[in-house]
């Protein structure tokens, strides 16, 4: 597709259940980032993902969070045993080569909300 | 520990008129700054950088400033449009180290017209 697309544009869910969110970067970009926005809060750092590279899972904010990318090419954010403070915007995002100074390009995001 | 800070939640500006959106960052060895704007809905779109080894860069009608002895940088937009209306945030990055930005808490910027 011409943009980064994320599936589902909307997803609640109750405590404790495990959800699955679905980033579908440009095609030939290969890095891939997850962010999230709280509500009042900046997009946080996620994870990160380059061509065939170890992530880079600093952002993650705990081990309920994990996140894999298969081919190359789409990637898929899972939470499991959600709880109410993972409520968010979760925010996908790919740029060509990854590197420091490249323009990312994101998708309109999912919106999480834990009951 | 937030690195990069919009001190101002929202802005309102008249058509015509100057915005100007600031930012601080903390973190010396950020060499890269962007602006991301977002309309609701819709992910961040890149509007403009610049690198710290200039003080200002220009296109269009939007420039950024970079004070780096402040460790501050700002946005202009003349003269502001109601289509300007979104949030904007400030993002910042290092040329080592992780890959990822550091953003801002984004400033609503409301253009009246």
């Known amino acids: 597709g011409a943009g980064v697309s994320q599936s589902p544009s909307n997803k609640v869910t109750e405590k404790g259940k495990d959800v699955e969110l679905r980033c579908d970067p440009i095609?030939?970009?290969?890095?891939l980032y997850w962010y999230r926005q709280s509500l009042g809060q900046g997009l946080e750092f996620l994870i990160y993902?380059?061509?065939?590279?170890?992530?880079?899972k600093s952002g993650l904010p705990s081990d309920r969070f994990s996140a894999e990318r298969t081919g190359g090419s789409v990637s898929t954010l899972t939470i499991q045993r959600t709880q109410q403070e993972d409520s968010a915007v979760y925010l996908c995002?790919?740029?060509?080569?990854?590197?420091?100074?490249?323009?990312?390009?994101f998708g309109s995001g999912t919106q999480l909300s834990v009951l | 520990d937030q690195q990069v800070k919009q001190n101002s939640p929202s802005l309102s500006v008249q058509e015509g008129r100057i915005s100007i959106l600031n930012c601080d960052y903390t973190?010396?060895?950020?060499?890269?700054f962007l602006w991301y704007k977002k309309y609701p809905a819709e992910g961040p779109t890149f509007l403009i950088s610049?690198?710290?080894?200039?003080d200002k860069n220009e296109d269009g009608r939007f420039t950024v400033f970079l004070n780096k002895s402040a460790k501050h940088l700002s946005l202009h937009i003349v003269p502001s449009q109601p289509g300007d209306s979104a949030v904007y945030f400030c993002?910042?990055?290092?040329?080592?180290?992780?890959?990822?930005?550091?953003f801002g808490t984004g400033t609503r910027l409301t253009v009246i017209p």
């Open positions: 995002a790919s740029s060509l080569m990854g590197q420091a100074n490249e323009k990312l390009f």
């Open positions: 095609s030939g970009h290969t890095a």
């Open positions: 993902f380059q061509g065939n590279s170890a992530p880079d």
């Open positions: 973190n010396s060895m950020f060499d890269y």
């Open positions: 610049i690198s710290s080894i200039k």
């Open positions: 993002a910042a990055s290092v040329k080592t180290g992780a890959n990822n930005l550091f």
